[in-house]
């Protein structure tokens, strides 16, 4: 079979999935409707006081939709292991590389083009709750934040899908790096100090802020959580290829 034709298969396979492709577009809906709550309650309020960081504060709304970005990036594979999925993929294309790089692919372009239409969304649509508050793009660190966050919630997908191949549930990947983000980072942020940075999560974000702190950087940090991905990914692939189906 050929590679554009594993590519075809692989996408009828994702829209077909009613929980893979509605978490994808839960990353859009989730984002935004956060954004609008947030912001057309206490924008205003937040967006005055002094010293907050009106970019890094835009994008308040992709704590939340970073899960779902998970939550896709670990449902779209692990639909794989239900009823003997796997075993009819592998029977259509023997070469377990090939099915595991086109299935990634497009699991990480997919994450890549909702990941960008939702940050730009979300910091576009916050704007207009903030009146004089307000800020576009052409503020100091915006549009490379808009573009960061973007790529930042795919490689997050890519992280959960390499670990749902590890792992070959998307339950035990969400249980995993939802409390992990949404509560251990935080804490080990407290305890570890600088050493904190280089979490996936926390070393992500920093291309979200107007002038982040610390020797990474907005790329750097971004760097930092590809290398995380990559790491995920890599180790998914040695466990498609050694283990049985």
Known sequence: MSTAAVFHSEWIKIRSVRSVIGSLI???LV????TV????????????????????????ALNFGQVAAIGFGATAISSEYVNGALRISLAAVPHRTLLYGV???????????????????????????????AIDLREPGALRATFGGGIYLALMALFAAGLAVLLRSAVAVLSLLIPFILIVS????????????YLPDRAGQLVLQQNPE????PWGGLAVTAAWAAAALLAGWWAVRRRDV
């Open 186 to 197: 935080f804490v080990v942020g407290d305890i570890a100090g600088d050493a904190a940075q």
């Open 26 to 28: 839960a990353v859009l």
């Open 37 to 60: 709550l947030v912001f057309a309650t206490v924008g205003r309020a937040e967006a005055d006081n002094t010293g907050a960081d009106p970019v890094f504060g835009a994008f308040y």
């Open 103 to 133: 299935k990634m692919a497009l699991v990480g372009a997919l994450a890549l083009v909702v990941g960008l239409a939702t940050s730009f969304s979300a910091f576009l649509v916050g704007q207009l709750f903030l009146g004089e508050y």
């Open 214 to 217: 610390g020797s990474l950087g």
């Open 31 to 34: 984002t935004l409707v956060v």
